[in-house]
Every structure is written in C-alpha cells, then in structure tokens.
C-alpha cells in the first residue's frame, strides 16, 4: 500500500460547521482512518490541513487540540504555498465570494459551503471562473448522504413510487431568542446585512435535493417572515432581527411534481426528527428523516373513511413499514469529502461543483422575490453560457402574478 499526501487550506474552522463537521467529523476522521482509499485498492491518500482564521488564539487551541501542526492568520501565504492544493471555505456567506476568488487565482481546488456568494450573479461568476481557469470545484451537498436521503434515493431507483406526485418536507425547531435562554444559532443568521436568513441558509439546501431526486425546480412561490423581530446576540445585546427566520414554499418540479417545504426557527417539533419528508406516489409513499425511513405500498394501504362525528380508533403509524438501512451509512460531510479528494487526485466524477451552487443560490433570490412580490417566480435553467444574469431576471419578471398579495417584505 502506498501513501501520498494531501495538503488542505481549511479557512474558517472557529466556526461551528467548519469545526464540528469538516474538521473533526471529516478531515481529522480521515485522517485517523489512514486517508482515503483510491480506486486502484492500493493507493491512499493521507491530508495535512492548516487551520486558517482571524485570531491565532483560537487557531493555536484548536491545533494543540487535536495534533495539527500548521496554522495561520495569513490566507494569502498559504495560498502561496505548493504544499496545500485545496483551499476549503466555512466562512459567513457575506466573507467567501472573495476568498474564492483568491483561491482560484492561486490555482487552488476549492471545496466550499453553500451559500457560495451572496447573489447568483457572483455565484455564477465564480463558477465561470473556476472553469476558465480549469480548476476543481465542489460545493457541500450533505443532505444527500443523510441515511435517510440514501434510502429514499434506493426507493426512487428501483421504481417503488410509480409516478411520483407530491413532496412535502418540514424541516426546524425553536432557536431560542437568546434572552433567558442562549441562542443555538449565531446571531448573524438573523440579519440580512450580514448574509443571515432562512431562506439563503436552507433553499440552497432544498434545490439540491429536489434536483438530485425528483427532478429541476422550475418555479417557487414562497412566503417570507420574521417572526422574532428583536433577538439577543452573543454578547446578551438586543438587536433588529432583519432576515427571516420563517419560509413556507411551494415548488414545481420537471415531470409535474409538487413539492410544498416549509423551513422554520421559530417551531417546536412534533415529529421524529427535525427533518422529515413524505413523498406520495401512484404506487406507494415514503416518510424518510434524517436516519429512518417508513414506507406504505399500494396494496397496504388502508382506506380512511372522513367521520367528524366519531373517534377514529385507527392507528395510521401502525400502517407503515420501517424500511432496512442494508448498509452502514457514514457521516455525509467526511463521505462527501473523500468523494472530492477522489476527484482531486484520481479525477473521479463529481456533479456538486460551483455551477450546482449557483443554481442554488438562484433559487433562494427567487423566494426572496417571490416572497417580496407576492406572485410566482419562474427558473430559468442555468448553464455557464447557456444563461445571462439578465435572462434570468427577464423570465422571473414574465411570470404570472398571484392573486393573493404577501404580507411581510423581506430585504
């Protein structure tokens, strides 16, 4: 078995995504498991990252912590050095189009968070970028390889559903106002003006799913709202929340399916987890989470009879069946890393690039819009020519407008 070595620029690890998932739950992970597999069964691939952030404190604790020999303050020096190959960016939306931007420039591979920018007409542009100077690119799809996504995507292929005719997903819980409780989400998530929001944080999310197993999203009508308008911040302050913390969405997929996802801060939950979506096909139907999976074929199903007038003694939960997981499923932010460290080094596939970022970050500026404007938004379909920041504005604009006016204006 030989070994090579990867070295990884891993800006904005302070953070708590940075840190909890792509430090220690992927990288330092693979790094204790001895690297990462290549397909020829003899090679693996061993990475060495360098912590990079703003306060040498905090990067100095967490290389003791964990045994990590480099770290910096200084992004453009590691970016000048041939012993790091990919830069990796966990910073807040509003800091990472620019650190991009020098990471292309100095030929880096660049693995990112999604939002990738703040506005699809930087996103794309980074991804017209990173092609004209023919790097590799790759953005977090995580929710992908949730257990429960990866069992979905198995029911989808072998044909269970039939034809697929709804999806219908909630997904939040309560974060606490940081009063008399602290907040489990930064406060910068709640402004506008630092990149914060709901709808930028979970419709990027949401396209990514919805095109990977259903099909593209062609149009969005959303609904937008702060909910908490005054929140305490880290240092026990109030402030303005100016982003919304509440989005209730219905999209339409290629092939007819509706998919209705509503994304909230501000509710307790009543489900197994803190994610669920059922999809309801002519065949059968699937409630999947971010682990399990229950499923109710067609010749299963019970036949509810509509009685307001008596108790109904049925138990529905009783009807489904729990679907086997038949493998074991690893954390998705360390299996999607080692499925980019392939691409790297061995050029194996990878789809999640800066192109499926941007058209994530398009859909969350049409529920933004649609929010706003009260009507429906059409997508135009996003290629890195095939598509002008100016066509897609022209075929938002022709949609239809919905009758019923939207409140709450957001941004």
Not at 255 to 265: H, Y
Request: proline share 4%.
């Amino acid at each position: 078995m030989s070994t090579q070595t990867i070295g990884i620029i891993m800006n904005g690890v302070s953070g708590r995504m940075g840190y909890r998932q792509h430090l220690v739950r992927s990288i330092l992970a693979i790094r204790e498991q001895g690297g990462v597999l290549l397909a020829d069964g003899e090679t693996r691939v061993q990475v060495e990252p360098i912590l990079v952030g703003r306060s040498e404190k905090k990067l100095a604790d967490l290389a003791a912590k964990h045994g990590i020999e480099h770290w910096t303050t200084d992004l453009a020096s590691a970016l000048a050095d041939d012993r790091w190959q990919i830069y990796a960016d966990f910073l807040v939306t509003k800091a990472r189009a620019s650190a991009i931007k020098q990471a292309i420039a100095a030929g880096k591979a660049i693995y990112t968070e999604k939002p990738t920018a703040e506005s699809f007409e930087e996103a794309l542009e980074l991804a017209r970028l990173a092609d004209d100077a023919g790097i590799k690119n790759g953005v977090v799809h995580d929710k992908l390889y949730l257990p429960g996504l990866q069992k979905l995507r198995r029911l989808i292929d072998s044909g269970f559903f039939g034809r697929i005719l709804s999806v219908r997903g909630e997904f939040g819980y309560w974060v606490f106002e940081g009063d008399w409780q602290e907040a489990q989400r930064p406060s910068w998530n709640y402004r506008a003006e630092d990149g914060g929001g709901i709808i930028s944080d979970m419709f990027p999310h949401w396209n990514y799913v919805l095109e990977n197993l259903f099909g593209r999203v062609e149009s969005v009508y959303a609904q937008a709202t702060t909910e908490i308008p005054v929140r305490v911040d880290e240092r026990g302050e109030p402030y303005e929340a100016t982003a919304e913390d509440a989005a209730y969405a219905i999209f339409q997929l290629e092939g007819g399916i509706t998919a209705q996802l509503n994304s909230s801060w501000t509710t307790r939950v009543n489900r197994d987890e803190l994610v669920e979506f059922q999809v309801d096909g002519t065949h059968g139907s699937a409630v999947v989470g971010l682990f399990g999976c229950k499923i109710q074929p067609r010749n299963a199903t019970p036949k509810p009879v509509w009685n307001p007038d008596l108790a109904d003694a049925h138990d529905y939960d009783g009807d489904w069946i729990e679907s086997p997981g038949n493998r074991e499923f690893e954390n998705g932010f360390k299996t999607q890393w080692e499925g980019f460290i392939r691409h790297v080094v061995e050029d194996a596939p990878n789809e999640f690039d800066f192109l499926a970022g941007a058209r994530g970050v398009l859909l969350a500026e049409a529920g933004l819009r649609s929010s706003a404007e009260g009507r429906r938004i059409e997508l135009p379909e996003v290629t890195l020519d095939g598509i002008s920041v100016e066509a897609g504005l022209a075929a938002a604009a022709a949609a239809e407008p919905v009758a019923a006016p939207v409140a709450d204006e957001v941004r």
